[in-house]
T-cell receptor
Framework: AQKITQTQPGMFVQEKEAVTLDCTYD???????LFWYKQPSSGEMIFLIYQGSYDQQNATEGRYSLNFQKARKSANLVISASQLGDSAMYFC?????????????FGKGTMLLVSP | DVKVTQSSRYLVKRTGEKVFLECVQD?????MFWYRQDPGLGLRLIYFSYDVKMKEKGDIPEGYSVSREKKERFSLILESASTNQTSMYLC???????????????FGNGTRLTVT
């Protein structure tokens, strides 16, 4: 079974609108962390936001927020007020366990296109 | 700011050649990783290393090996390149240890390898 599932291969949104990118995960470990990365066409992977399994509040970083629903095992990324520069590939990833020794498992990604 | 540098942005090699992909990080990170990225498949872990001279297989190690002689440098080796190894290769580093479970991976800009 896939550990990280991103069901939206592509998403379209108009500038200034909000968009939600879906991510569901599968783990039996009570300690885990969820990460979102952005990859523009230039290729670099940019870390956006982190949510720990024990965090009580949903993570936020500027225009990015994480809609964390633990019972549903979902960690959706919400981008508010989309900008043209948000057009990119977005990856959800998970680290299981509470040490830094475990690796990140990535989903297949969602391509976001923001139109004027 | 963490800098992860991959020696080549683009590389073209012939089938059967031995190929070296080099990666250097400047933040004294213990952990280093090699992923490959293919359309529709996301990022898949090839090998990783938690310390000098140690290595661990990831999800798709077949046809690859690695070398970590110095802490800052992690090399990916294709022993005999094949066309199905044409891909984007991404190197990453991160902190390790119990206090770094929320430590993101810091990626290089990638090497796009074409094997003809």
């Amino acid at each position: 079974a896939q550990k990280i599932t991103q069901t939206q291969p592509g998403m379209f949104v108009q500038e200034k609108e909000a968009v939600t990118l879906d991510c569901t995960y599968d783990t039996s470990d009570p300690s885990y962390g969820l990460f979102w990365y952005k990859q523009p066409s230039s290729g670099e992977m940019i870390f956006l936001i982190y949510q720990g399994s024990y965090d009580q509040q949903n993570a936020t970083e500027g225009r990015y927020s994480l809609n964390f629903q633990k019972a549903r095992k979902s960690a959706n990324l919400v981008i508010s007020a989309s900008q043209l520069g948000d057009s990119a590939m977005y990856f959800c990833a998970m680290r299981e366990g509470d040490s830094g020794y475990s690796t990140l498992t990535f989903g297949k990604g969602t391509m976001l296109l923001v139109s004027p | 700011d963490v800098k992860v540098t991959q020696s080549s942005r683009y590389l073209v090699k012939r089938t059967g050649e031995k190929v070296f992909l080099e990666c250097v990080q400047d933040m004294d990170h213990e952990n280093m990783f090699w992923y490959r990225q293919d359309p529709g498949l996301g990022l898949r872990l090839i090998y990783f290393s938690y310390d000098v001279k140690m290595k661990e297989k990831g999800d798709i190690p077949e046809g690859y090996s690695v070398s970590r002689e110095k802490k800052e440098r992690f090399s990916l080796i294709l022993e005999s390149a094949s066309t199905n190894q044409t891909s984007m290769y991404l190197c990453a580093s991160s902190l390790d240890g119990p206090g770094s479970y929320n430590s993101p991976l810091h990626f290089g800009n990638g090497t796009r390898l074409t094997v003809t």
